[in-house]
């Protein structure tokens, strides 16, 4: 168990609505990052937030967007669901001591949130 | 631009013996991290070792060693006494100090299948 939790576990919905996925990092982390894993892309970072603030931006669809609050928890919200965006959602957390990247910063990953978009 | 190449899709090994998973980057920044990460079939992300670009030694943790040749960017996992509970995805990861984003880098994943 890393200490990440994230939920749901597993989320089924149609295309054009609109879900959250929840994160809550390790206790301590103020970083938050998220990746989206799918078939044909692969392991992709979508978008990092320290202590409330976004602190890079990856491959993340306009449609979708990420906050991260007071209590350091993080949520992606994922609109205007297409089929293309079924894929394995994970957020990871880190220390990242003084808040400037470092190269051993190791991120931790929750268990992931499964979305299928039928 | 980084790259982290995983030529080994699948890979089978006997139960106890040794087995090396490949991994090659590219990066033309000096200072970046190496991660290897797990993948079970239930589908979490185990990290499992950790290897910094200006360490002197390659990294272990328990059964996990990472052989690090620097001038060829080769940053392979050993898996000594292989155990039934390998069995998974396996992935090599990047992310550069210094640079604009934090994220790491992910290869495309080698699958280890241990048999008995």
């Known amino acids: 168990d890393s200490g990440v939790t994230q939920t749901p576990k597993h989320l089924i919905t149609a295309t054009g609505q609109r879900v959250t996925l929840r994160c809550s990092p390790r206790?301590?982390?103020?970083?938050v990052y998220w990746y989206q894993q799918s078939l044909d892309q692969g392991l992709q970072f979508l978008i990092h937030?320290?202590?409330?603030?976004?602190?890079a931006k990856g491959n993340i669809l306009e449609r979708f967007s990420a906050q991260q609050f007071p209590d350091l928890h993080s949520e992606l919200n994922l609109s205007s669901l297409e089929l293309g965006d079924s894929a394995l959602y994970f957020c990871?957390?880190?220390?990242?001591?003084?808040?400037?990247?470092?190269?051993?910063?190791?991120?931790?990953f929750g268990p992931g949130t499964r979305l299928l978009v039928l | 631009a980084q790259k982290i190449t995983q030529t080994q899709p699948g890979m089978f090994v006997q139960e106890k013996e040794a087995v090396t998973l490949d991994c090659t980057y590219d990066?033309?920044?000096?200072?970046?991290?190496l991660f290897w990460y797990k993948q079970p079939s239930s589908g979490e992300m185990i990290f499992l070792i950790y290897?910094?670009?200006?360490?002197?030694q390659n990294a272990t943790e328990g059964r996990y060693s990472l052989n690090f040749q620097k001038a060829r960017k080769s940053a392979n996992l050993v898996i000594s006494a292989s155990q039934l509970g390998d069995s998974a995805m396996y992935f090599c990861?990047?992310?550069?100090?210094?640079?604009?984003?934090?994220?790491?880098?992910f290869g495309t994943g080698t699958l280890l299948a241990v048999q008995p």
């Open positions: 990871a957390s880190s220390v990242l001591p003084g808040g400037e990247p470092i190269s051993g910063e190791t991120q931790y």
């Open positions: 206790s301590g982390d103020l970083s």
């Open positions: 937030y320290y202590n409330g603030e976004e602190r």
């Open positions: 990066t033309s920044d000096p200072s970046y991290g």
């Open positions: 290897q910094g670009s200006y360490d002197q």
């Open positions: 990861a990047m992310r550069e100090a210094g640079g604009a984003t934090n994220k790491l880098i």
